[in-house]
Nanobody, 112 residues
Framework: VQLQASGGGLVQAGGSLRLSCAASGSISGINIMSWYRQAPGKQRDVVATISNGGRTNYVDSVKGRFTIFRDNAKNTLYLQMNSLKPEDSAVYYC???????WGQGTLVTVSS
């Protein structure tokens, strides 16, 4: 299975973006899937995680603004990002990290 992230772009502060992560195969057997982000000069950190049962976790800085969800029928993971801030600017990666799967990253830039 390969993961391909898309949906990044340039948006003004306060705007919204939806990231998608399309898998080349079934994700129904993958329990934990996540979105990570890496800003220039910083380490890659987890942003949000979802289990196959729908349990979600978020880093404090995005709680109430970002929503992670998955559609196993479409083999796709999503990240809905609202009320974006300049500090959300980063390359966003989707991952099934415990299965060793990583997407290629999609750049999100939020202008002030």
């Amino acid at each position: 299975v390969q993961l391909q992230a898309s949906g990044g772009g340039l948006v003004q502060a306060g705007g919204s973006l939806r990231l998608s992560c399309a898998a080349s195969g079934s994700i129904s057997g993958i329990n934990i899937m996540s979105w990570y982000r890496q800003a220039p000069g910083k380490q890659r950190d987890v942003v949000a995680t979802i289990s196959n049962g729908g349990r979600t976790n978020y880093v404090d800085s995005v709680k109430g603004r970002f929503t992670i969800f998955r559609d196993n029928a479409k083999n796709t993971l999503y990240l809905q990002m609202n009320s974006l801030k300049p500090e959300d600017s980063a390359v966003y990666y989707c991952a099934a990290q415990f299965d060793g799967l990583w997407g290629q990253g999609t750049l999100v830039t939020v202008s002030s």
